[in-house]
């Protein structure tokens, strides 16, 4: 069954990836990727197609 990711997990998600890249353990675009995707509701797919001038990160949007 298909449940919602609880503001706890999401916290400790963003907890995870902060670690992750400020110990340098993987390449910088995994975690920005993995943002991303909740901040936009993306999928992998259109992450990945993404260019950086379409991103809005201001106003939290994609244009």
Known sequence: TTRLITDDEMAKLFRHLEQIETEGLVPYVIPLAIRLQFEFAARRS?????????IDLENRRVV
């Open 46 to 54: 259109e992450i990945v197609l993404l260019e950086w001038e379409w």
